[in-house]
């Protein structure tokens, strides 16, 4: 028989990228009284890794409960970036409702609707929260009429247009009602969450049932597997039957050794967990997201929706260039491959192939960024390793004709570059669907654009817009093949010899283009130094040292002026490699290489081509 547990509301934050989402949650765990009074709080406490601390964005999942009143409060902080969106759809079936979090100036963006559509398919009852509501530029009542006009363009159930409303800023801690008076905590938000989620609802005495949405890893224990108790319980001890619907020959047999519930950041051991609760649960080696935990005498498989597929792909390869090995911990094939698979574990929309060659690994994956995070997470760890230029996977559809992943890019600019960004666009295969005003001086572009159209892309348009345009794409579909793209239009600065670079061989290069690094750095033949000025790539000499006369002259000793070089970052050099380049990646460098190090094989290949 159902039953509702009316003690437990489980729920998750959705919003677009930048809007807010794990502020919002970091307030709800202050004021339900998780933190000791004098506990020092770091900001977004959900934000539990480097990366995501100094880029300010989310991309895990994070499981938390607050207690109000006599209710525990489960909250799932989900990332917005549309590279992580794998992890959002997965979350969703853990909860019975949603808090929306939208910007009170932004308004709905691409991702608020990638999001809250995903929520609509499970007809999961909606909270809107319009955060920054203390933004000096910010207008509630007109981003009301544009969440409502939202739902209407994805066909929400009427019964969501009545769907509450409450206007906060998490950063100062309040919520109201009503957009025009300020609060003074967060009571309505709680208050919202209790009255307008659903509690959960199941069978305490059927058969156990329970869906691994999300996995967690740990050094010690190994996979833990988080999921919400449909219907019966588990506890500690228990032998019960691992199934799953998408793979309906799989039934193991296992035993449920640890058993945890959450409270405030922390796990907490409890010996068996009923209906409605999120647990997680260790001890069960090869467990998957997607699998459910059943009883042994009815195993049911709960089904749950398949993982968007990955759209993009590198090549991650041993490195092999003079300077392998100096500045790595784990430098082999085995470490590589080992390191890959590992990541398998909890990233369920990355894909890791073998290729022909032992030394290289095909790895997909939902963007560029999504890609980058997982380079520069295992650079951080000591590997070292070159990666290829980010392709996109094709397909073919049933008359053999070529398709390629389309994206839709939203575009807000500053009215002067607006010509600029839809020149470069067009350049790249973009199709300019709308334009309009998007307030504050600044016009709103819709463009469908392949998405090898907008690898390489993002620095190019932060230099157009100087700084001030914000781009946010989302994955549209296969659509027909375009036609070729050309990535770049300079060529590259090559070195010519391997040695140390000299101020006087850099002073000579400058004139050519722009240069990557400084004097007294390790170069070797083939590796790029920087960006011609021309088309085609030209090899330069910068070890070459000046030849010393024994006549002195005037001029002869005049200090060399450098031109301070240009640094690239991680994303910047995976944005400019070339097809027949590699970015070899150390814990201390980032270098940009040749594929072919020898000048006269590369010719040879060139001329092949």
């Known amino acids: 028989m159902l039953q509702k547990r009316e003690d437990i509301r489980n729920v998750a934050i959705i919003a677009h990228v930048d809007h807010g989402k794990t502020t919002l949650v970091d307030e709800l765990l202050k004021q339900s009284g998780v933190f000791r009074e004098n506990q020092e709080v770091k900001e977004r406490v959900m934000d539990s890794n480097d990366i995501e601390r100094e880029r300010g964005i989310t991309i895990l999942s994070k499981n938390t409960a607050v207690f109000y009143k006599n209710t525990k409060i489960n909250i799932i902080d989900t990332p917005g970036h549309a590279d992580f969106g794998g992890e959002v759809e997965r979350v969703l079936k853990m909860v019975n409702g949603v808090i929306l979090v939208v910007d009170a100036f932004e308004g709905p963006m691409p991702q608020t609707k990638f999001v809250l559509r995903k929520a609509l398919e499970l007809k999961l009852p909606v909270i809107v929260c319009v955060n920054k509501v203390d933004r000096p530029e910010a207008r509630p009542e007109e981003v009301v009429d544009e969440v409502l006009e939202l739902l209407l363009d994805l066909d929400a159930d009427e019964s969501l247009l009545d769907c509450p409303f409450v206007f906060a800023s998490a950063k100062a801690g309040v919520a109201s009602l009503d957009p025009k008076t300020p609060g003074t905590n967060m009571e309505p938000l709680f208050e919202a969450i209790i009255n307008n989620i659903p509690a959960p609802e199941g069978d305490p005495e059927a058969g156990t049932q329970l869906l691994i949405s999300t996995i967690d890893y740990n050094e010690y224990v190994g996979r833990i597997g988080v999921g919400k108790i449909d219907n019966g319980k588990v506890a500690v001890n228990q032998e019960v039957m691992i199934v799953n619907h998408h793979d309906p020959d799989k039934k193991k047999k296992v035993k449920i050794s640890k058993l945890y519930e959450f409270d ?122 070159a990666v290829s230029k980010a392709e996109v996977l094709y397909k073919t559809d049933e008359n053999g004709k070529k398709l390629e992943p389309m994206e839709l890019a939203y575009v807000d600019v500053p009215e002067e570059y607006s010509g600029t960004v839809i020149e470069k666009l067009s350049i790249r295969k973009g199709e300019l669907k709308e334009m309009g ?173």
Request: proline share 4%; glycine share 10%.
């Open 437 to 609: 005003h998007a307030g504050g001086g600044y016009t709103r572009l819709i463009f469908e654009i392949p998405s090898r159209g907008l690898i390489g892309y993002r620095g190019d348009f932060m230099t157009d817009t100087k700084g001030n345009g914000i781009m946010n794409t989302i994955f549209n579909g296969y659509g027909p093949y375009k036609g070729d793209i050309a990535y770049r239009s300079q060529g590259s600065l090559i070195a010519f010899e391997s040695g140390e670079s000299v101020t006087y061989g850099l002073f000579n290069a400058q004139e050519r283009g722009v240069l990557f690094i400084g004097p007294g750095e390790q170069v070797y033949s083939g590796m790029i130094i920087g960006q011609s000025a021309k088309p085609e790539d030209i090899e330069l000499n910068v070890c070459k040292k000046k030849q010393l006369t024994n006549t002195r002259s005037s001029a002869a000793d005049e200090a060399l002026r450098l031109s301070p070089p240009k640094i690239l970052s991680l994303e910047q050099a995976l944005d400019f490699i070339d097809t027949d380049e590699l970015l070899e990646v150390t814990p201390e460098n980032l270098r940009i290489r040749k594929k072919i190090l020898d000048p006269i094989l590369r010719k040879r290949a060139g001329f092949k081509k």
């Open 264 to 385: 405030g950041l922390n796990k907490v051991e409890v010996k068996e967990a009923t209906i409605g609760s999120i647990v997680a649960i260790s001890g069960i080696a090869d467990i998957r997201i997607g699998d459910t935990i059943c009883s042994l005498e009815n195993p049911e498989p709960i089904p749950f929706q398949k993982i968007s597929e990955p759209t993009i792909a590198m090549t991650f390869v041993v490195n092999d260039s003079p300077l392998a090995g100096r500045e790595g911990k784990f430098v082999t094939s085995r470490h590589l491959r080992e390191r890959l698979f590992r990541e398998l574990n909890t990233d369920v929309s990355l894909r890791v192939e073998e290729t022909d060659s032992t030394d290289a690994f095909k790895v997909s994956g939902r963007g560029e960024l999504h890609l980058s995070v997982l380079i520069e997470n295992m650079r951080r760890e000591g590997y070292e390793f």
